[in-house]
Protein backbone atom coordinates (compact mmCIF):
# COMPACT_ATOMS: atom_id res chain seq x y z
CA UNK A 1 0.00 0.00 0.00
CA UNK A 2 1.64 3.28 -0.88
CA UNK A 3 -0.77 6.20 0.59
CA UNK A 4 0.59 9.15 -1.82
CA UNK A 5 -0.02 6.66 -5.01
CA UNK A 6 -3.62 6.20 -3.52
CA UNK A 7 -4.09 10.34 -3.01
CA UNK A 8 -2.62 10.84 -6.39
CA UNK A 9 -4.79 8.46 -8.20
CA UNK A 10 -8.30 9.27 -6.15
CA UNK A 11 -6.95 13.42 -7.64
CA UNK A 12 -6.55 12.40 -10.82
CA UNK A 13 -10.06 11.11 -10.89
CA UNK A 14 -12.11 13.55 -9.15
CA UNK A 15 -12.91 17.29 -10.56
CA UNK A 16 -10.62 20.65 -9.06
CA UNK A 17 -13.44 21.49 -7.33
CA UNK A 18 -13.96 18.47 -5.19
CA UNK A 19 -12.77 18.01 -1.43
CA UNK A 20 -11.43 15.05 -0.86
CA UNK A 21 -11.67 14.24 3.10
CA UNK A 22 -9.41 11.48 3.88
CA UNK A 23 -10.87 9.29 6.49
CA UNK A 24 -8.30 8.70 8.97
CA UNK A 25 -10.27 7.09 11.95
CA UNK A 26 -8.01 4.31 13.45
CA UNK A 27 -5.14 5.07 11.57
CA UNK A 28 -2.25 5.54 12.83
CA UNK A 29 -0.27 9.30 13.69
CA UNK A 30 2.33 8.20 10.88
CA UNK A 31 -0.49 7.39 8.27
CA UNK A 32 -1.76 10.85 8.36
CA UNK A 33 2.07 12.01 8.51
CA UNK A 34 2.45 10.26 4.99
CA UNK A 35 -0.89 11.58 3.82
CA UNK A 36 -0.04 15.31 5.06
CA UNK A 37 3.64 14.71 3.36
CA UNK A 38 1.70 13.70 -0.03
CA UNK A 39 -0.12 17.26 0.35
CA UNK A 40 -2.79 16.31 2.13
CA UNK A 41 -4.68 18.67 4.22
CA UNK A 42 -8.10 18.14 5.23
CA UNK A 43 -8.78 14.72 7.25
CA UNK A 44 -11.94 13.11 8.87
CA UNK A 45 -12.28 11.25 12.33
CA UNK A 46 -15.52 9.98 13.87
CA UNK A 47 -13.97 10.45 17.53
CA UNK A 48 -13.53 13.48 18.61
CA UNK A 49 -11.03 12.11 21.64
CA UNK A 50 -8.69 10.46 18.86
CA UNK A 51 -9.20 13.29 16.86
CA UNK A 52 -7.87 15.54 19.22
CA UNK A 53 -4.67 13.32 19.84
CA UNK A 54 -3.91 13.36 16.86
CA UNK A 55 -4.17 17.31 16.31
CA UNK A 56 -2.07 18.01 19.30
CA UNK A 57 0.79 16.02 17.55
CA UNK A 58 0.39 16.81 13.86
CA UNK A 59 1.07 19.95 11.76
CA UNK A 60 -1.36 22.77 12.77
CA UNK A 61 -2.27 23.77 8.99
CA UNK A 62 -4.35 20.64 8.86
CA UNK A 63 -8.24 20.89 8.58
CA UNK A 64 -9.58 18.52 10.71
CA UNK A 65 -13.69 17.44 10.17
CA UNK A 66 -15.54 15.59 12.52
CA UNK A 67 -17.39 13.18 10.74
CA UNK A 68 -19.37 10.68 12.76
CA UNK A 69 -22.17 10.93 14.47
CA UNK A 70 -21.72 14.07 17.05
CA UNK A 71 -22.74 13.53 20.92
CA UNK A 72 -23.54 17.51 22.24
CA UNK A 73 -21.47 17.02 25.59
CA UNK A 74 -18.56 16.48 23.51
CA UNK A 75 -18.05 19.41 21.10
CA UNK A 76 -16.11 21.38 23.82
CA UNK A 77 -13.16 19.19 23.11
CA UNK A 78 -12.58 19.95 19.65
CA UNK A 79 -14.33 23.76 19.47
CA UNK A 80 -10.75 25.44 19.72
CA UNK A 81 -9.60 23.91 16.13
CA UNK A 82 -12.52 22.10 14.36
CA UNK A 83 -12.50 23.20 10.69
CA UNK A 84 -16.21 21.33 9.82
CA UNK A 85 -18.60 19.39 11.27
CA UNK A 86 -20.41 16.81 9.23
CA UNK A 87 -23.11 15.31 10.90
CA UNK A 88 -25.07 17.86 12.50
CA UNK A 89 -28.77 16.22 13.16
CA UNK A 90 -30.36 18.24 15.89
CA UNK A 91 -31.19 21.93 16.28
CA UNK A 92 -29.95 21.84 19.85
CA UNK A 93 -26.77 20.32 18.70
CA UNK A 94 -26.17 23.32 16.50
CA UNK A 95 -27.02 25.62 19.76
CA UNK A 96 -24.03 23.91 21.68
CA UNK A 97 -21.65 23.96 18.75
CA UNK A 98 -22.86 27.62 19.18
CA UNK A 99 -21.78 28.13 22.83
CA UNK A 100 -18.88 26.43 22.53
CA UNK A 101 -17.61 28.57 19.31
CA UNK A 102 -17.98 31.52 21.18
CA UNK A 103 -15.99 30.82 24.06
CA UNK A 104 -13.00 30.99 21.62
CA UNK A 105 -14.51 33.36 20.09
CA UNK A 106 -14.55 31.36 16.47
CA UNK A 107 -17.13 30.58 13.71
CA UNK A 108 -17.53 26.46 13.62
CA UNK A 109 -19.05 25.44 10.20
CA UNK A 110 -21.84 22.87 9.99
CA UNK A 111 -22.81 20.31 7.35
CA UNK A 112 -26.84 19.04 8.47
CA UNK A 113 -26.78 15.73 8.15
CA UNK A 114 -29.87 14.81 5.76
CA UNK A 115 -31.40 11.33 5.96
CA UNK A 116 -31.16 9.91 2.31
CA UNK A 117 -30.40 6.25 2.59
CA UNK A 118 -33.33 3.80 2.59
CA UNK A 119 -31.87 2.38 6.46
CA UNK A 120 -32.93 2.71 9.47
CA UNK A 121 -29.41 2.38 10.96
CA UNK A 122 -28.62 5.99 9.54
CA UNK A 123 -28.76 9.47 11.11
CA UNK A 124 -29.90 12.14 9.60
CA UNK A 125 -33.07 14.76 9.32
CA UNK A 126 -35.94 15.02 6.94
CA UNK A 127 -35.84 17.67 3.79
CA UNK A 128 -38.32 19.02 5.78
CA UNK A 129 -36.71 19.10 8.72
CA UNK A 130 -34.02 20.48 7.66
CA UNK A 131 -36.14 23.56 5.92
CA UNK A 132 -37.90 24.27 9.25
CA UNK A 133 -33.74 25.00 10.73
CA UNK A 134 -33.00 27.19 7.90
CA UNK A 135 -36.15 29.33 7.90
CA UNK A 136 -36.03 28.99 11.96
CA UNK A 137 -35.68 33.15 13.31
CA UNK A 138 -33.99 30.87 16.04
CA UNK A 139 -31.00 30.06 14.01
CA UNK A 140 -30.16 33.73 12.97
CA UNK A 141 -28.97 34.47 16.76
CA UNK A 142 -26.50 31.81 16.66
CA UNK A 143 -23.84 33.96 15.29
CA UNK A 144 -20.52 31.47 15.81
CA UNK A 145 -21.65 28.61 13.48
CA UNK A 146 -22.28 28.76 10.02
CA UNK A 147 -23.90 26.41 7.71
CA UNK A 148 -22.24 26.19 4.62
CA UNK A 149 -23.83 22.73 2.89
CA UNK A 150 -25.65 19.41 3.71
CA UNK A 151 -23.94 15.94 3.83
CA UNK A 152 -25.47 12.66 3.51
CA UNK A 153 -24.88 8.92 3.74
CA UNK A 154 -26.59 6.78 0.93
CA UNK A 155 -28.16 2.90 1.35
CA UNK A 156 -24.84 0.83 2.07
CA UNK A 157 -25.49 -1.87 -1.36
CA UNK A 158 -24.66 -2.20 -4.78
CA UNK A 159 -27.65 -1.19 -6.53
CA UNK A 160 -26.47 1.73 -8.45
CA UNK A 161 -30.01 2.94 -9.57
CA UNK A 162 -31.43 3.36 -5.68
CA UNK A 163 -27.69 5.27 -4.89
CA UNK A 164 -28.08 7.42 -8.20
CA UNK A 165 -31.37 8.49 -6.63
CA UNK A 166 -30.50 9.03 -3.15
CA UNK A 167 -27.79 11.66 -4.38
CA UNK A 168 -29.77 12.85 -6.80
CA UNK A 169 -32.15 13.88 -4.37
CA UNK A 170 -30.23 15.61 -2.04
CA UNK A 171 -28.24 17.43 -4.78
CA UNK A 172 -31.76 18.28 -6.21
CA UNK A 173 -33.21 19.91 -2.75
CA UNK A 174 -29.46 21.47 -1.77
CA UNK A 175 -29.94 23.43 -5.28
CA UNK A 176 -33.37 24.32 -4.40
CA UNK A 177 -32.40 25.63 -1.00
CA UNK A 178 -29.15 27.57 -2.01
CA UNK A 179 -31.80 30.01 -4.08
CA UNK A 180 -33.50 30.07 -1.15
CA UNK A 181 -31.15 30.66 1.68
CA UNK A 182 -30.39 33.75 2.66
CA UNK A 183 -29.06 34.42 6.11
CA UNK A 184 -25.56 35.27 7.62
CA UNK A 185 -24.60 32.16 9.13
CA UNK A 186 -26.06 30.18 6.64
CA UNK A 187 -24.31 29.97 3.27
CA UNK A 188 -24.64 27.01 1.11
CA UNK A 189 -21.44 25.60 -1.05
CA UNK A 190 -20.90 22.40 0.39
CA UNK A 191 -22.26 18.74 -0.78
CA UNK A 192 -20.82 16.00 1.10
CA UNK A 193 -21.70 12.60 -0.51
CA UNK A 194 -19.33 10.08 -1.27
CA UNK A 195 -17.04 7.64 0.29
CA UNK A 196 -15.11 5.27 -1.34
CA UNK A 197 -16.90 2.73 -3.09
CA UNK A 198 -19.37 4.85 -4.29
CA UNK A 199 -17.65 8.74 -4.70
CA UNK A 200 -17.81 9.13 -8.34
CA UNK A 201 -21.21 8.61 -8.42
CA UNK A 202 -21.81 11.10 -5.98
CA UNK A 203 -19.19 13.28 -8.17
CA UNK A 204 -21.74 13.01 -10.77
CA UNK A 205 -24.85 14.00 -8.78
CA UNK A 206 -23.32 17.02 -7.85
CA UNK A 207 -21.44 16.20 -4.35
CA UNK A 208 -18.19 18.86 -4.08
CA UNK A 209 -16.79 17.09 -1.09
CA UNK A 210 -16.30 12.72 -0.45
CA UNK A 211 -15.40 11.49 2.65
CA UNK A 212 -12.34 8.24 1.41
CA UNK A 213 -10.70 5.83 3.91
CA UNK A 214 -9.93 2.70 2.54
CA UNK A 215 -8.72 3.94 -0.84
CA UNK A 216 -6.35 6.14 0.70
CA UNK A 217 -5.33 3.89 4.10
CA UNK A 218 -6.27 0.36 3.17
CA UNK A 219 -8.52 -1.53 5.53
CA UNK A 220 -9.95 0.11 8.24
CA UNK A 221 -8.26 -1.67 11.80
CA UNK A 222 -11.44 -2.08 14.64
CA UNK A 223 -10.40 -1.39 17.77
Known sequence: MNIKENLKNIHNNIPENVTLVAVSKTKPVADLQEAYNAGQRVFGENKIQE??????????????????????????????????IHGVDKFSTLKEINKQAQKHDRIINCLLQAKIAKEDTKFGLSFEDIEEILNSSELKDLEN??????????????????????????????????????????????????????????????????????????????N
Open 51 to 84: MVEKFEVLPKDIKWHMIGHLQSNKVKYMANFVDL
Open 145 to 222: IKIVGFMGMATFTDNQEQLNEEFSALNTFFEVQKLKTVSKNCQLNTLSMGMSGDYQLAIENGSTMIRVGSSIFGSRNY
